[in-house]
Structures are given as C-alpha cells and as structure tokens.
C-alpha cells in the first residue's frame, strides 16, 4: 500500500524545559489537503519543520511520502515544495530571477513566468526580495513552493497578511494542485480557509491531536440559531420557555446562540420571547455551527 503523504506517530519536540509538541500523532493522505489548525505556541511550525527536514525530532517517527526527512533529505527535496513563514528568499534575489534558478532545481518544473504572472508580480520580476511588500513576498515563497511541480507541498500561514484577491488567488493555486493529485499540509489561523480548502483538519492544542476529521465531520449536522440583541438577557428565563434540552449561550457579549432542536417551534418560541420582552433581536438566523465554534470549544478562549 502507498504511504501516507506525511504519517507522525508519537512526535515529540523539545526547546529546553518548554515542550511544544507532546506525542502527536497524524496522518496526512496523498492527494488531499489537510490543514494544521491551533492556537499560538500549539506547536504547528515546529511539527512542519520537523516534516520539511528543518528540525529534528526528540522522539516519535516522522516519515514524509514514506521517507525519513532529515536522513533522506536528498531523495525528498526534488519531490516536496515548502513555503516557509519567514520566506526563506535571500533579500538581495529579484522575484523572477529566484523563481527561474529554483525551477532549475526541478526535472519538469512549471514555466517561472507563467506562475509569476498568475500570482500578479510580473511587474515586480526586478525586484529584490526585499524591497516587495510583505504580500508580494508571500506570494514569491509560495510561488517558490509549487514551481518543481511537487508531489507534496507545505504551506506554513499561507495566506497571513494577504489582501482578499492574493488569498483568493492562493486558494485556487491549492485547488489546482489538489486536482493534479498533489497533497497540501498548510497550517493556518483563518477557520474559513480551513473549511473552505481542506479535506481533512487537525486541530492542535498544547501539542497534542484534540480533534480532527472533515470539516463537516467536526461541525456536525447540527443547527444553531443565532441572533444579536442588547447584552445581559436572562438566559435564563428564555431557557424556561424553549423545548427541553435546548441551550443558550451569550459569546461574545450581545451575541446569542441557541442549541438544541432548531425547528419551526423554537424558532417560534425565541421570536415571540424576545416580541413579549421588548428584545429587538438583530441578524436572526439558523446556520451549522463553523469551524471557529468548533475550534474555540476544543480550545478555549484564554489567549496563549
Ligand atoms: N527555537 C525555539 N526555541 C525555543 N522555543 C521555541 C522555539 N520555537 C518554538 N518554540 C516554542 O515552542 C512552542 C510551539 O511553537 P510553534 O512555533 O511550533 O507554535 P505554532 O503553533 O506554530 O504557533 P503560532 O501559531 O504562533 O505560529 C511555543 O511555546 C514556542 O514559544
């Protein structure tokens, strides 16, 4: 049977006393994309460099399309694209000229100045890595990622700091790629991305697996309703009113969301509560619960 894209069991990595990733265990398939998701310091670049060959593990195994990365970098180089957070381009590099000496790298690579262009810097094909703005710069690495036409491509924050056209424009590179059969591991911190692109999500906390699954396999087919009002209603007299087992919840203040079974009659008993307590409730609705619920509920609100 082929290997996994990526298949961690057990990683560990330790800087000093601080242990950032503790045990965690995933898999990643070929032809899919599968997005990393966890707050600040859960430890998602750590457990990528370790995939990319950039850090060693203190523990567990790491095998990328089958191979160890750091013992057989050499063999995995040709075959996987990595975008780094930090760019990973020399500053005095014009845009252009990189992406051409990277594509040398590569057997069959895609054409630099077709990939250029698709990502919107043909105009800055001249220009130094450093003098691009912090988005053309992201742009470039993730040119730089998929131009040797890889099997398996890392993308660390894809899209942080990119204006909606640039994020757009990356999520159709994705989808392209995932058509042609190539497996993506991207981390990111933007939910709608995750649910939008991703076959499979992980979701890491502390260092460790906490959920994972398909998008809709973690938000489930349950219907919530929601709606917005002044803060501080009495929760609990609305609960009095509504269908046994239902809950309701203030979060973030003045937001409301209501669980349970959102059907005709709660839908009733909630609008003739808020009409008999002079309660203007605002962007009423009935939707699934996203990613972003999901995700706060694994991993609480306390910032890291
Ligand atoms: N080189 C290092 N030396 C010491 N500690 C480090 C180092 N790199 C990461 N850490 C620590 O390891 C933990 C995990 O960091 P990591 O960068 O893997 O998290 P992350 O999930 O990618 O976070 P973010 O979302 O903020 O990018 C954090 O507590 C971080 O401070």
Not at 49 to 70: N, S
Not at 266 to 278: D, F, H, K, P, S
């Amino acid at each position: 049977m082929e290997s996994p894209a990526v298949a961690l069991t057990g990683l560990v990595k330790r800087y000093g006393r601080i242990v950032a990733v503790d045990g965690l265990t995933l898999s990643a398939a070929r032809g899919a994309v599968t997005a990393i998701l966890g707050p600040n310091g859960a430890g998602k670049t750590s457990t990528v460099e370790i995939c990319e060959g950039f850090r060693k593990a203190d523990g567990g195994t790491v095998r990328v399309l089958g191979l160890d990365p750091v013992r057989q970098a050499a063999r995995l180089r040709p075959r996987v694209g990595v975008m780094l957070q930090s760019g990973g381009v020399p500053p005095a590099a014009r845009a252009g000229e990189w992406l051409r000496l990277v594509a040398r790298f590569h057997a069959h690579p895609l054409d630099p100045g077709a990939l250029l262009s698709r990502l919107g810097l043909s105009e800055h094909a001249r220009t130094p890595y450093r003098r691009l703005s912090g988005g053309q710069q992201q742009r470039l690495s993730l040119a730089a990622a998929v131009v040797g036409r890889p099997e398996l491509v890392f993308l660390d924050e894809p899209t942080a700091g990119l204006d909606p056209q640039a994020r757009h424009a990356c999520w159709e590179l994705v989808g392209e790629l995932r058509a042609r059969g190539v497996a993506t591991v991207l981390t990111t911190h933007h939910m709608d991305e995750a649910e939008r692109l991703a076959d499979h999500v992980v979701i890491i906390d502390r260092g460790t697996v906490v959920a994972q699954g398909s998008p809709s396999s973690l938000t489930g087919a349950e219907r919530q309703l929601r709606f917005r009002a002044r803060p501080g209603l009495d929760l609990d007299e609305l609960l009095a009113a509504l269908p046994i087992g239902s809950a309701a919840k203030e979060s973030p203040s003045g937001h409301y969301v209501i669980e349970g079974h959102v059907g005709p009659e709660l839908l009733g008993t909630v609008t003739a509560w808020c009409a008999a307590e002079g309660v203007a409730a605002d962007d009423l609705s009935v939707e699934r619960r996203t990613l972003e619920d999901v995700f706060l509920e694994l991993t609480g609100r306390e910032l890291r």
